[in-house]
C-alpha cells in the first residue's frame, strides 16, 4: 500500500468511507479514477478493503492523515464525514496544507455550507 500511495499524483482523497463516502469511492472505481479513502470505522474499513480500495486507516481531521493520503500530490479532496464539525476541520486542514486544491465538503444544512465555504 506505501508504494502504491508514494506513486499516486493528481488523485481524489476522500474523507470517511460510510454510506455517502462508498458511493463517492464506487463512482470513483467506476470511472478509473485513483483515490485513496481515509477511515477510522471498523466497518468502513472491512469494506473498503473488500472492495480492494486503497485506504488510510487513521482520522481524516488529523493532518498526518492528509499527508499520508497524499494531499500534496492530489487534485481534489471530498470530505464526507458524519458531522459538519468534522467536515469543516477537513476543509480548513485541507486548505492549509495545498492551498490550490479542489474541495468538495458534506454540509447537513445551510449554516454549515455557508462557513464552509468560506473556509
Known amino acids: 500500500m506505501g508504494n502504491e500511495l508514494k506513486s499516486m499524483h493528481n488523485h481524489f482523497i476522500v474523507c470517511g ?3 455517502m463516502g462508498r458511493m463517492v469511492c464506487q463512482h470513483l472505481a467506476e470511472h478509473n479514477v485513483p483515490f485513496v479513502a481515509i477511515d477510522r ?4 474499513i472491512d469494506y473498503c478493503q473488500q472492495q480492494n480500495w486503497t485506504l488510510i486507516v487513521g482520522d481524516a ?3 498526518s492523515a492528509l499527508k499520508e493520503a497524499g494531499i500534496q500530490h492530489a ?11 468534522d467536515n469543516l476541520y477537513v476543509v480548513i486542514s485541507s486548505r492549509l496544507l495545498k492551498e490550490n486544491i479542489r474541495i468538495i465538503a458534506r454540509a447537513n444544512d445551510d449554516k ?8
Open 17 to 19: 468511507a460510510g454510506r
Open 41 to 44: 470505522d471498523e466497518e468502513a
Open 61 to 63: 481531521t488529523e493532518d
Open 75 to 85: 487534485h481534489e479532496i471530498a470530505s464526507v464525514l458524519s458531522t459538519d464539525a
Open 112 to 119: 454549515a455550507a455557508e462557513k464552509m465555504q468560506r473556509a
